[in-house]
Each structure stands twice: as C-alpha cells, then as structure tokens.
C-alpha cells in the first residue's frame, strides 16, 4: 500500500484543517487506517483511528470533540477534519494503513511521508 498524505499548512487557533490520505495498491477497505502525529524531539503520538467498514473509530482524549476521522472506500481516501485547532495540535501528521484495527505504531506496516501542520496562537 502506498499512502500520499496532503492537507497540512499554517491555520491560527480556533481554526480548521481538512488532512487527506490517498492510498494505493491494495484493497483498502481491508486496512484500518490511522493518523500520527509528532513533535520535534518527542514520541509519535496517536490520534485517531478509523476500522476498515468505517463502523470504528478512536480518538486520543486531547482531540476528542474537534477531530473527525472519517474514509471514503471508493476513493480510497481516509480524512481527518481538526477543528478548533490549538497550538499544541502542532506537528508532523502521519496517515498509516494496518490488517489490524489497533493503535500500536508497530502494527502499521505502511506510512504515509507525513504533512506539517502549524497552528498559531
């Protein structure tokens, strides 16, 4: 699976982004998809999670209630809309695709490249 993240950029706070993630070479509606997230000099942090049917999802208690994670099957594309975006909402956002519906990285066989976004205060 090859996954093409986009989407990132420079919103203040309070505002919104909508992150994309095309994936390409397999069936995608058989892979859990989820979004990363990581800060200079600190772990990859999860942030939510969407099960393959899109029936799942799980969301990191920080970003619940501002963060949607949604998939369209048919365009192999998964999304997460942030909204009311804070400063520390600031990071490098990775899209992954697993077999398995989990948030452990390690089960994320296939990353995207990773799209920066920043949010100002």
């Known amino acids: 699976v090859q996954l093409q993240a986009s989407g990132g950029g420079l919103v203040q706070a309070g505002g919104s982004l909508r992150l994309s993630c095309v994936a390409s070479?397999?069936?995608?509606?058989?892979?859990?998809m989820i979004w990363f997230r990581q800060c200079p000099g600190k772990e990859r942090e999860f942030v939510a999670v969407i099960s393959g049917s899109g029936g799942l999802t799980n969301y990191v208690d920080s970003v619940k209630g501002r963060f949607t994670i949604s998939r369209d099957n048919a365009k192999n594309t998964v999304y997460l809309q942030m909204n009311s975006m804070k400063p520390e909402d600031t990071a490098v956002y990775y899209c992954?695709?697993?077999?398995?519906?989990?948030?452990?990285?390690?089960?994320?066989?296939?990353w995207g490249q990773g799209t920066q976004v920043t949010v100002s205060s």
């Open positions: 070479g397999r069936t995608f509606s058989n892979y859990a």
């Open positions: 992954a695709a697993s077999s398995y519906y989990t948030i452990i990285p390690r089960s994320y066989n296939y």
